[in-house]
């Protein structure tokens, strides 16, 4: 007897018939960048990615949009979705497009401290041309061909160490995870003055109230401000010193 129930579209798709086209990836890294067929583009990815760091750098990441850049190209709004589909994959670019900026050496010198303590100040150095970046990190972390050269990089730089890959994945998490911190709040500090000034105050009269023994303590022996890059290289001695040390058992 025949099935009175609907067919489900799994089972439509078992049947001879037209062919069901395959979804395509949510990873822009997994779409080809052009097919080959038709005439050559009059844009690329790289290109699109550099317009849209140009209007971030200048106004922030929520003046970046598809009109604005495609504005800034010359191109049509909708020509654009042709190369990226959606606003989240312009991002995934934008963060990828910026990794390229690492001057990475052909090999590490052997010394994996000086190594990374480079490594750290050339990400810095990053975060700060670009102070829209070190939020996009944090909230949509991306993977793309350049950022995959740089983890290649540390994995090279921290293989003398004799952790394991695991681990020392594990270290780079902590390692640029502090940095991108580190530029975060120097932005709050530099944007934020009244702000800084305010929240110094209230914690030297929470010190001086005597109901935080060890706030005043540390109050007492902490000196004047230090300069940022002496404090940005101070406490990366420590998180390198951090990651390197063996797990306990």
């Not at 061909?145 to 740089?150: D, E, I, K, Q, S």
């Not at 090279?156 to 502090?178: D, H, I, S, Y």
Request: proline share 10%.
């Amino acid at each position: 007897m025949p099935s009175s129930k609907t067919p489900t579209d799994s089972e439509s798709a078992e049947r001879p018939g037209k062919p069901v086209p395959p979804e395509a990836p949510e990873l822009i890294w997994l779409r080809p960048e052009r097919t080959g067929r038709g005439p050559r583009p009059a844009h690329s990815r790289d290109s699109i990615a550099a317009a849209a760091i140009v209007i971030a750098d200048a106004e922030g990441l929520d003046a970046v949009s598809m009109r604005r850049v495609a504005a800034a190209l010359g191109a049509g709004t909708m020509s654009l979705y042709n190369y990226v589909p959606k606003k989240e994959h312009l991002l995934d670019l934008m963060l990828d497009a910026a990794s390229g900026e690492y001057r990475l050496p052909p090999e590490p010198s052997g010394d994996v401290r000086a190594d990374l303590a480079r490594l750290a100040h050339e990400q810095l150095a990053i975060f700060r041309r670009h102070p829209w970046l070190p939020a996009l990190v944090l909230a949509r972390p991306s993977i793309g061909p350049n950022a995959l050269r740089y983890t290649d990089h540390f994995l090279a730089v921290t293989a003398p160490t004799g952790l394991a890959g695991g681990a020392r994945m594990e270290a780079m998490a902590l390692f640029n995870g502090f940095i991108c911190q580190f530029a975060q709040y120097e932005q709050t500090a530099a944007a934020g003055a009244k702000w800084q000034t305010e929240m110094v105050g209230y914690l030297t009269q929470a010190a001086m109230s005597g109901e935080y023994p060890h706030l005043a303590q540390a109050f007492a022996t902490s000196g004047p401000p230090a300069d940022p890059d002496q404090a940005f290289d101070r406490t990366l001695d420590r998180v390198i010193h951090a990651i390197l040390a063996p797990a306990a058992q």
